[in-house]
């Protein structure tokens, strides 16, 4: 009873992530119930009001829910800090401190002029090395339920939807929830290194690729509202460069089990996965320039180097696209 009291008091005053942590566990108790598993589903807190939990009595399913509720308030928190930051961007934008907006503000008023804020942004290099811990290593699996799960809870809080289709939402929210809780999280034996670098792979193909043109929209949106010449900065391409760099599978010197061929393999990975992102990249691009018009159109030189396109893929190719 304690324990629910200092929850409601904790809901109370940080209000909205405690709230849609509360909705989430729930929507497990009942998903778990539903299942044929009410005892585990007794066993979830602050929604039960007794759980009677000792060291004596704990076993590997209360290991692996409470790794599960662990995710899920990271979840909640993370859904709040995001709207949290878009209602100071609504407000003012420079006001969200450590973002594009206030950075430019800030060197503003230390005397720089816009010109010599454009003529540094290329000169800015940024890289996040991505690494990996044996416990922290997810399969790729896990972490699409865990992303479908964030969208839902974010699809929960538009009025738009009736009643019938927040039923529908909640439903598809405890679905998410009983597949994450049968694939579960608890590893039998320690990630070898070619299972933190497919966690990696994740990231790269599936999650960086997108988030660098919202980087680059955001800069955009930042120069403007400091009124900086957006057009100037896409005339000089003055954006700064973003990489990224990787341990795993490179850890040479702190980890035993990366050895040349361990590093060779990841190599050949990465050099892969970059063919698979530009490639979709190019699909995508294929999909969105549907522009149609005549060959005596085109510039001389875009028609000159479609004509030997036709000549390199040959006739019937050629054809086909022209």
């Known amino acids: 009873m304690q324990l629910l009291n ?3 008091t904790t809901k109370s005053n940080l209000g909205k992530p405690y709230i849609d942590f509360e909705y989430l566990l729930q929507a497990l108790k009942v998903t778990l119930e539903d299942n044929g598993e009410a005892y585990i589903a007794s066993q979830i ?7 009677n939990l000792s060291p004596d009595n704990i076993t590997p399913q209360h290991l692996q829910l409470y790794s599960l509720l662990f995710q899920l308030i990271n979840l ?40 010599e804020i454009l003529n540094a942004l290329p000169e800015v290099h940024m890289e996040p090395v991505l690494t990996a811990h044996p416990t922290e290593a997810k399969r790729a699996t896990v972490l699409e339920h865990y992303r479908e799960l964030y969208l839902l809870l974010v699809q929960r809080e538009n009025n738009m939807y009736n009643r019938y289709e927040m039923e529908n939402i909640r439903f598809n929210i405890q679905q998410t929830l009983y597949r994450l809780w049968k694939t579960g999280e608890i590893y039998l034996e320690k990630p070898e290194v070619e299972d933190e670098l497919r966690n990696i792979l994740y990231y790269l193909v599936n999650v960086f690729p997108d988030v660098i043109a919202v980087v680059h929209r955001r800069l955009l949106q930042a120069a403007d509202s400091n009124g900086l010449d957006v057009e100037k900065m896409n005339v ?21 089990l990366v050895t040349a061929e361990v590093t060779h393999n990841t190599l050949l ?13 190019m699909n995508l691009l294929v999909q969105r320039l549907s522009f149609a018009c005549s060959m005596e159109d085109i510039l ?10 036709v000549v390199e893929m040959g006739e019937q190719i050629g054809r086909a696209h022209v």
């Open 6 to 8: 200092t929850f409601a």
């Open 45 to 51: 807190p602050l929604v039960n009001e007794a759980v």
């Open 76 to 115: 909640c928190e993370i859904n709040w800090a995001v709207q949290h930051r878009r209602k100071i961007e609504e407000a003012r934008l420079t006001d969200a401190t450590g973002l594009w907006a206030d950075t430019i503000a800030k060197l503003l008023a230390a005397g720089k002029s816009a010109d």
């Open 236 to 256: 000089r391409n003055a954006f700064p460069r973003i990489s990224f760099g990787d341990w795993v599978g490179g850890d040479r010197d702190g980890h035993p």
């Open 269 to 281: 990975q990465l050099r892969l996965n970059a063919f698979v992102v530009i490639k979709r990249k």
């Open 300 to 309: 001389p030189a875009a028609r000159l180097r479609m004509e030997e396109m």
